[in-house]
């Protein structure tokens, strides 16, 4: 199983980024999928999450209407659109893979639950 997330970097306050996340090794299309991030000194937190077919979508409050999660199955391959970027969003950004109930319920016990999770991707905002 790898998940390979891609497209951080720098990029001005305002900004805008796309990450992808590259899947292989289990049936993609059969997951709900997820990005988590974990800000310098902080613990790890959910962004968003997509069901199998593409809706529903969930976002934290964080970076709702700001960010976009996306997922293409024929592909296997989960984006998320980020814009109107903040210092704040300054993070290692995870995707990730799972979808008990924990999971799908926004439970803050979910982190220790999902099956898979990527290696990350460094995403900084900053002037």
């Known amino acids: 199983v790898q998940l390979q997330a891609s497209g951080g970097g720098l990029v001005q306050p305002g900004g805008s980024l796309r990450l992808s996340c590259a899947a292989s090794?289990?049936?993609?299309?059969?997951?709900?999928m997820h990005w988590v991030r974990q800000a310098p000194g902080k613990e790890l937190e959910r962004v968003g999450m997509?069901?199998?077919?593409?809706?529903?979508?969930t976002y934290s409050e964080s970076v709702r209407g700001r960010f976009t999660i996306s997922r293409d199955n024929a592909k296997n391959t989960l984006y998320l659109q980020m814009n109107s970027l903040k210092s704040e969003d300054t993070a290692v950004y995870y995707c990730?893979?799972?979808?008990?109930?924990?999971?799908?319920?926004?439970?803050?016990?979910?982190?220790?639950?999902?099956?898979?999770w990527g290696q990350g991707t460094q995403v900084t905002v900053s002037s």
């Open positions: 990730a893979a799972g979808q008990n109930r924990k999971i799908t319920s926004w439970s803050p016990q979910s982190l220790s639950e999902f099956d898979y």
């Open positions: 090794g289990f049936t993609f299309s059969g997951y709900w």
């Open positions: 997509i069901n199998t077919s593409g809706y529903p979508k």
